[in-house]
């Protein structure tokens, strides 16, 4: 039987995880993902449909939970480092422009 033709309830209680923590790796999964273009434009009931729809075919799993947390992490602290970079940068230039201006 293919597995297009198996209910996801079904595959679900073919896992070996318990349903409390293929719940959490449902929500981990959908806090990771909210910003993908993938998930991004699917409704509510679409997203979590998806997430478990990922755990079963096993795309989710706690060590790419964990990686693409750390990937993310890395992402916004280089963002935030190069923000801090530009704004330091521009913070001389906005000072000698106020004193010219006094």
Same mark, same amino acid.
């Given at each position: 039987? %293919?597995?297009?033709? +198996? @209910?996801?309830?079904?595959?679900?209680?073919?896992?070996?995880? $318990?349903?409390?923590?293929?719940?959490?790796?449902?929500?981990?999964?959908?806090?990771?993902?909210?910003? %993908?273009?993938?998930?991004?434009?699917?409704?509510? #009931?679409? #997203?979590?449909?998806?997430?478990?729809?990922? +755990?079963?075919? $096993?795309?989710?799993?706690?060590? *790419? +939970?964990?990686?693409?947390?750390? &990937?993310?992490? &890395?992402? &916004? %602290? =280089?963002? /935030?480092?190069?923000?801090? &970079?530009?704004? @330091? =940068?521009? *913070?001389? /230039?906005?000072?000698?422009?106020? =004193?010219?201006? #006094?």
């Amino acid at each position: 039987m %293919d597995t297009n033709e +198996i @209910s996801l309830d079904e595959q679900m209680s073919g896992l070996k995880l $318990g349903r409390y923590e293929t719940v959490k790796l449902a929500l981990d999964w959908i806090a990771l993902k909210k910003n %993908d273009e993938e998930y991004r434009r699917l409704v509510d #009931v679409e #997203v979590i449909t998806q997430a478990f729809q990922d +755990i079963v075919n $096993g795309k989710v799993t706690p060590e *790419a +939970i964990k990686t693409l947390s750390e &990937k993310q992490q &890395k992402n &916004k %602290d =280089a963002k /935030e480092k190069e923000e801090a &970079k530009e704004a @330091s =940068a521009e *913070a001389p /230039e906005s000072s000698a422009e106020q =004193a010219a201006a #006094v």
